[in-house]
C-alpha cells in the first residue's frame, strides 16, 4: 500500500511537470506570442488619421497601430534621429510629396514592396523601383474671393498680372511642402522659371506660412487671388466662404502624400498589409469620402474636385528636385526676404 501511495504521488508529480512544460512552451510559442503594434508615422490631419485607422481596423481588427504625427520636416527629423540611434520606430511612413520620399530613398531608409494594389494604379504615381506610392491627389489650385473677382481666372499668370498688384496671396515654400513641390517644378518649367517668382514679387504678393493663411486671407478678402491645394479651396467654398477656385490652363502642379515602409532589421509583418489597405479600392473611397482626389482608377472623386485622370499634370523628375530643394528654397528665402 505504502508502495503504492508512493507510486501515484510520483506519476502526478511527473504529470503536472508535463503540463507545466506544455503550457509553458504553448504561451511561449513565437506563433502565438502578442505582436507589437505596426507604428505609423504621417504628417495626415488628426481627422484623417482617426478615419483611416477605424476603417482599417474594421478590416483587420487583430492588428494595433501605434501613430506618430507631426509635419512632414519634423517626421523626417525624427526618422533620422533614430536611424542614429540604430533604432527606427517607424514601420509605414505617410507623409506630403514625392521629393521628400525620393531623399529618404537615397538615404537607404525605405524598403521597396509591390504592392498588388499597384495594378490599379497609374504607374505615374508609383516609385520606378517600388520604394513608395502615391496615395491622393492635391493640386495648386487658384483660388478666388467671389465678392472681389466677377470673372473666375484660368491662368497661373493671373498672378502677376498688373490688374491683380498687390492683391494676391502664396503659401511659403519653407513651411508649406506643397509650395515647396511647386516651387521646384514651376522654377524648372518653360513659361515660368524664376522669372515667375520674380515678378510675383515684383507684383507685391503676400507671402503667409502654410496653405491655410492663403485661405485665410483670400476668404476673408483682404486678398482677391491665391494658389493653395484644391481639397482646402473646396472645403472653404462648401462651409460658405465667399470663394471659388479654377484648374489653370497651363496644367497644376500635385503632391501625392505617398505610402512606404521603413527599412529596418524588424519590419512590422503588418506593414504590406498596411499598405494594401490604403491604396485598395476600399482605402481609396475613403480618400474620396475624406475630400481628395484618389489616385486609384476606378475611384470617383469627390463631387467639385477633378479626378486624377482629368487633371493636365505639371511635373519633373523628383530626385533632382529632392537634390535641389534646399537650394530651391534658400534662393526663394534670398529673394523674398
Known amino acids: 500500500m505504502k508502495n503504492t501511495t508512493v507510486f501515484v504521488k510520483s506519476a502526478l508529480l511527473i504529470l503536472s511537470i508535463c503540463v507545466l512544460t506544455f503550457l509553458a512552451g504553448f504561451i511561449c510559442s513565437p506563433a502565438l506570442a502578442a505582436t507589437p503594434p505596426l507604428v505609423l508615422y504621417t504628417?495626415?490631419?488628426?481627422?484623417?488619421?482617426?478615419?483611416?485607422?477605424?476603417?482599417?481596423?474594421?478590416?483587420?481588427?487583430?492588428?494595433?497601430?501605434?501613430?506618430?504625427?507631426?509635419?512632414?520636416?519634423?517626421?523626417?527629423?525624427?526618422?533620422?534621429?533614430?536611424?542614429?540611434?540604430?533604432?527606427?520606430?517607424?514601420?509605414?511612413?505617410?507623409?506630403?510629396?514625392?521629393?521628400?520620399?525620393?531623399a529618404l530613398k537615397t538615404r537607404g531608409l525605405l524598403e521597396p514592396y509591390r504592392s498588388p494594389e499597384l495594378s490599379a494604379i497609374p504607374g505615374g504615381f508609383a516609385d520606378k523601383d517600388s520604394m513608395y506610392c502615391g496615395t491622393k491627389v492635391l493640386a495648386t489650385v487658384l483660388i478666388y474671393n467671389t465678392n472681389k473677382v466677377k470673372t473666375a481666372p484660368d491662368s497661373w499668370k493671373i498672378m502677376t498680372d498688373p490688374a491683380a498688384k498687390g492683391d494676391t496671396f502664396i503659401a511659403s515654400p519653407l513651411y508649406s511642402g506643397a509650395a515647396a513641390y511647386q516651387l521646384g517644378v514651376l522654377a524648372r518649367s518653360e513659361g515660368f522659371g524664376w522669372k515667375y517668382y520674380e515678378d510675383l514679387k515684383a507684383s507685391g504678393v503676400s507671402v503667409g506660412k502654410g496653405n491655410g493663411s492663403v485661405i485665410t486671407a483670400i476668404a476673408g478678402g483682404e486678398k482677391a487671388y491665391g494658389l493653395v491645394v484644391d481639397y482646402m479651396a473646396l472645403r472653404a467654398k462648401t462651409k460658405g466662404s465667399p470663394v471659388d477656385f479654377a484648374y489653370p490652363k497651363e496644367g497644376v502642379t500635385i503632391v501625392t502624400e505617398p505610402i512606404a515602409i521603413v527599412k529596418k532589421e524588424n519590419i512590422s509583418p503588418n506593414a504590406k498589409i498596411f499598405v494594401d489597405f490604403v491604396l485598395s479600392e476600399e482605402g481609396q473611397k475613403l480618400v474620396s469620402e475624406q475630400g481628395y482626389t484618389p489616385v486609384r482608377n476606378g475611384v470617383a472623386a469627390p463631387e467639385g474636385l477633378k479626378s486624377a485622370g482629368d487633371l493636365e499634370i505639371l511635373d519633373f523628375d523628383p530626385a533632382l528636385l529632392a537634390k535641389e530643394r534646399e537650394a530651391d528654397k534658400k534662393q526663394f528665402a534670398e529673394l523674398f526676404q
Open 43 to 102: 504628417s495626415q490631419i488628426d481627422e484623417d488619421v482617426e478615419g483611416l485607422l477605424g476603417a482599417f481596423k474594421t478590416k483587420h481588427p487583430d492588428v494595433e497601430v501605434a501613430v506618430f504625427r507631426s509635419g512632414t520636416e519634423e517626421v523626417v527629423s525624427k526618422v533620422m534621429a533614430e536611424k542614429m540611434t540604430g533604432e527606427i520606430k517607424a514601420d509605414v511612413l505617410l507623409l506630403a510629396d514625392s521629393v521628400t520620399f525620393d
